[in-house]
């Protein structure tokens, strides 16, 4: 049975949700592949997913190294796995940061 969009109303007002799954933005700043060479692009997932699906399924190599910002507030790796996503977030991903 497919996934609906909660709350109903958010749905049908909302150009970013088709009823099973929610879209989102996605921007990446300064990746390297594996992830596609488009810095920013909307990607489709299933309603009452978290910030964790979304990492996943950009296919990034060490998602857990990268900052996260969801909305412009910070997302800890450990809270990745129980933040949920809503259709029209913006999900922004930078890179490890390195050196001293």
Request: glycine residues 6%; charged residues 20%; contains cysteine.
């Amino acid at each position: 049975m497919p996934t609906v969009c909660r709350p109903p109303k958010r749905c049908s007002a909302s150009p970013w949700c088709d009823g099973r799954r929610v879209k989102i933005t996605v921007k990446m700043v300064a990746i390297r592949p594996p992830a596609a060479p488009n810095s920013e692009r909307v990607i489709a997932l299933p309603d009452g997913a978290v910030v964790a699906d979304a990492l996943s399924q950009l296919g990034l190599a060490h998602p857990d190294s990268h900052a996260t910002l969801l909305n412009d507030d910070t997302v800890p790796s450990g809270a990745r796995a129980t933040t949920v996503l809503k259709a029209d977030d913006t999900l922004t991903i930078f890179p490890p940061m390195k050196g001293g």
